[in-house]
């Protein structure tokens, strides 16, 4: 029995999604702790493939019991159409998902303030994914938010949502100089998706704990990566919540003592998506071919991600602020075509050098990452599952980040299939 985190030791899409899919096998809560429907998490299995947003990478896998925790902004529309496009595919989700009533609800007027503020911000805009994700967790905060428990008991919504609409189409028609919302009209569209999501609410700070009470085992699956975290990531070019080792904690109601690992997920470059500084980019021909060979395409927004060379300032960051235990390794196999691979070791901010990763953003902005060539192995490693088949350089290529980073690589992804991974050390216990 162990209780793991996975998250993304960047800035997201590392393929947490693959590998919560992987170990789910080993594990029987799969809870997602943070963010709403802007992740978007791919999983293949043979042919088929699956791109989940708001419910866990634990949902291919029958007898498991996927848990959206009360961190977790939810959409319900969103969620009733992953639902629909699960269950036509032949995957039931009825018996197998439990969600917080104490989730906060994503709803239209959320996801418009979202659209609306960023074209406000012109050329400072975050590059969101526009789902509402943001301006929900500012009513959590200020403690307006409309929870999934509230649908259950409709005068107490109905009162909330005719008073936050007072609000909310204040902003939308005189600051925003857009349409606002008809409250009859979202009332009864919020609470027909309400029918369809009461059954599955439930305490689940509660269900977990006596899970882990009777020895089962809980694998956390963090969305976005640590550097979007919005305490500890390049803020404001962050999400609204924390990505980080604490979100896994305040975003599912168990206590730190319940945490046996932290696994930090890096791809063996960068990647970026929406605006914000990003020291190792490459915007020229050899992100070009990144980009190209790991189909670096947003799972969300299909958007093209930003990528850049692996930086082991950032990753070293993200072992810090999460305590990482252990580093899985991902799509190795992109970098098969480089003669040499350039690694970044330290920034040079104006004439200082550094090798931790800068507190304010202004000096990762100015950052010029200081790079080491590192041979590389022009072969093919896609679908390796052996360590020993690794070539000597690849090998090097892994010990290398070991060193710097100072957190063991404990598995390799070489390919987006289950199968295509390398285990070097198991990280759940034999007898699990
Ligand atoms: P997540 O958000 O962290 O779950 O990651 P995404 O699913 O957004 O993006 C990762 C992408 O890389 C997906 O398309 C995966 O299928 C793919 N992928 C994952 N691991 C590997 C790998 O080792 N090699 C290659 N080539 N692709 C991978
Ligand atoms: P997964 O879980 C990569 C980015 C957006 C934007 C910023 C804020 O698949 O790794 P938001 O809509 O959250 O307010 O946007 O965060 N972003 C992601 N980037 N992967 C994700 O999720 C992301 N979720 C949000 O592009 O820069
Ligand atoms: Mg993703």
Redesign the pocket.
Same mark, same amino acid.
């Given at each position: 029995m162990a209780n793991i985190i996975i998250l993304?030791a960047q800035?997201?899409?590392?393929g947490?999604?693959k590998l919560v899919d992987l170990l789910t096998e080993q594990a029987d809560c799969i809870v997602r702790y943070q963010?709403?429907h802007?992740?978007?998490?791919t999983l293949v299995v043979g042919e088929e493939k699956f791109v989940l947003h708001l419910i866990p990478a634990g949902i291919l896998h029958p007898g498991k019991t996927c848990v959206i925790g009360n961190g977790i902004a939810l959409d319900p529309q969103a969620l009733i159409e992953e639902i629909d496009d699960l269950s036509r595919r032949g995957i039931p989700v009825e018996s197998n998902l439990k969600i917080s009533d104490a989730c906060h609800l994503i709803l239209p007027y959320h996801r418009a303030i979202?659209k609306e503020s960023e074209k406000l911000k012109g050329t400072r805009r975050?590059?969101? $994914?526009?789902?509402g994700? *943001?301006p929900a967790y500012v009513d959590k905060m200020a403690r307006i938010g409309i929870r999934a428990g509230d649908l259950a008991h409709p005068k107490i919504f109905r009162e909330k949502l005719s008073q936050n609409l007072q609000e909310m189409n204040y902003l939308m028609e005189k600051l925003f100089r857009a349409h606002g919302l008809d409250l009859e009209s979202l009332y009864s569209e919020v609470m027909t998706q309400g029918e369809r999501i009461l059954p599955y609410l439930t305490d689940t700070s509660l269900y977990l704990w006596e899970e882990a009470r009777k020895g089962s085992s809980i694998l956390f699956e963090?969305?976005?990566?640590t550097l979007?975290d919005v305490d500890h990531g390049t803020y404001p070019?962050?999400?609204?919540?924390n990505?980080s080792a604490g979100g896994a904690l305040t975003g599912t109601g168990l206590g730190p003592t319940m945490i046996d690992k932290v696994l930090g997920v890096t791809k063996a470059y960068t $990647?970026?998506?929406?605006? *914000?500084p990003f020291p190792t980019e490459q915007t020229g021909p050899e992100g070009e071919r990144l980009r190209e060979r790991g189909q670096e395409f947003?799972?969300?927004?299909g958007?093209a991600?930003r990528c850049g060379w692996f930086d082991a300032v950032a990753v070293r960051y993200a072992a810090r602020i999460n305590g990482l235990t252990g580093i899985i390794l991902t799509k190795i196999d992109v970098l098969d075509h480089l003669e040499t691979i350039p690694v970044c070791t330290g920034y040079r901010i104006g004439t200082r050098m550094v090798t931790e990763f800068p507190h304010h953003i202004e000096d990762v902005a100015n950052a010029k990452p200081v790079y080491e060539a590192l041979p590389g192995w022009k072969a093919t490693t896609r679908g390796i599952r052996r360590w020993e088949e690794l070539p000597k350089e690849a090998q090097e290529y892994v010990r290398w980040i070991e060193r710097q980073v100072g957190v063991p690589v404990i598995m390799i992804s070489t390919g987006s299939e289950r199968s295509e991974t390398i285990t070097i050390q198991e990280p759940f216990p034999a007898s699990s």
């Open positions: 993304g800035w997201g899409d590392e947490k999604g963010g709403g802007n992740a978007g998490h979202d975050i590059g969101t $994914t526009g789902r994700i *943001g963090g969305a976005q990566g979007l070019f962050v999400t609204s919540s990505a $990647t970026r998506v929406g605006s *914000g947003g799972a969300t927004t958007r991600r």
